[in-house]
């Protein structure tokens, strides 16, 4: 099949464009770099299945080029800023028009191409269009609780709206196109720029600096080692009457952030001092997919404990930093 990944220079995209080409595809990958990095495809530049386009789904040349295209089978629409970290110099926040708009004229883009290609589509959503929940652990089925003008607004409203074209294209055009929320996950190829908590925590941990904490630690998430994670993407896609349908990803495992420092120091044996600090706006309290549907409807496992992910990740961490 060919395949267009747009942010497919990002972590999770570059690691869907591995198994997608291991499994014999062809693939297009689109990023523009402004959160992705060459380097995360650097493997696959000259493969022959594999093309790669430094380009924005949010213009012009890119949607004339991509009319021009034969065929596209599959649309995968990984393309935006993921990094709720202010300080991050790739934050959604030091972007946020960049963050709607690709969620949004980006979405429109990609669904018009898969409209005229009769291509099957899977958008990207995340686990922030829940915001701070009000349900746990969360269902599709629930709406969210979502600031719409705070400081993630930019990112979880983005979400949202890209969910709400995804449908339309589904009920008005009948396009094959399902919604994944992404749930918390890590693994190597992170961006320690990104800052998010698992890379910030082993980076200090592996030079010996104090762990920072925000808020008190008590805040949960679920992790999801990043192969299960694009096992998850590719079956959404793959499985028969997944159209129309909603599907959380992630691990149902859920730990506060003061045990995540816990395992890292067993992980690694030694004592790490933590350095308190404020707690974001609107950083959520809860986090814990419900993934019964994933589990029924796509035979949706994640296998990897957080253990054995964790010892996978600080390796590529000890290697690269
Ligand atoms: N966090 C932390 N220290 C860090 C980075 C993050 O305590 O160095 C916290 C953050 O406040 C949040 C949780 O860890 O409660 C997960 O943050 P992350 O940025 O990884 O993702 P989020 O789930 O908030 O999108």
Redesign the pocket.
């Known amino acids: 099949m060919f395949i267009l990944v747009a942010g497919g220079a990002g972590f999770l995209g570059s690691w869907l464009c591995d198994l997608l080409i291991k499994d014999g595809h062809r693939v297009l990958c689109v990023d523009n770099l402004l959160s992705g990095r060459k380097i995360n495809i650097e493997h696959l530049i000259y493969h022959k299945n594999f093309t790669f386009w430094q380009d924005d789904i949010n213009s012009g040349t890119f949607v004339k080029k991509t009319a021009k295209l034969k065929t596209i089978d599959e649309i995968y629409h990984l393309a935006s800023p993921a990094?709720?970290?202010k300080n991050s110099p790739k934050s959604y926040m030091q972007y946020p028009i960049e963050t709607l708009l690709v969620n949004s004229q980006g979405t429109y883009h990609l669904l018009e191409l898969a409209k005229l290609k009769m291509a099957k589509f899977l958008y990207a959503s995340s686990s922030?269009i829940y915001g701070e929940p009000l349900e746990h652990p969360q269902k599709e089925t629930y709406f969210g609780n979502v600031n719409p003008n705070g400081p993630r607004s930019c990112y979880d409203e983005g979400k949202r709206f890209g969910e709400a074209m995804t449908f339309s294209y589904f009920r008005k055009y009948h396009t094959d196109a399902r919604i994944v929320r992404i749930f918390?996950t890590y693994g190597p190829r992170m961006d320690v720029q990104d800052?998010?908590?698992?890379s910030?925590?082993i980076v200090s941990a592996i030079k010996n600096n104090p762990i920072?904490?925000?808020?008190s630690?008590k805040?949960t998430?679920s992790f999801c080692y990043v192969s299960d994670l694009v096992d998850g993407l590719v079956k959404a896609m793959a499985t028969e009457k997944t159209a129309g349908k909603v599907f959380n990803l992630g691990n149902d495992g859920e730990f506060s952030?003061l045990e995540l420092v816990e395992i890292i120091e067993k992980l690694l044996g030694t004592k790490l001092s933590r350095n308190f600090l404020p707690?974001?706006a609107d950083?959520?309290t809860r986090?814990r997919p419900d993934l019964t549907r994933a589990r029924e409807l796509l035979s949706y496992n994640p296998k990897i404990s957080l253990e054995e992910g964790l010892i996978k990740t600080i390796d590529y961490f000890k290697k690269t930093s």
């Open positions: 990094s709720p970290n922030e918390n800052g998010r908590v698992v910030n925590f920072t904490v925000y808020g630690g805040q998430r952030i707690l974001a950083d959520p986090r």
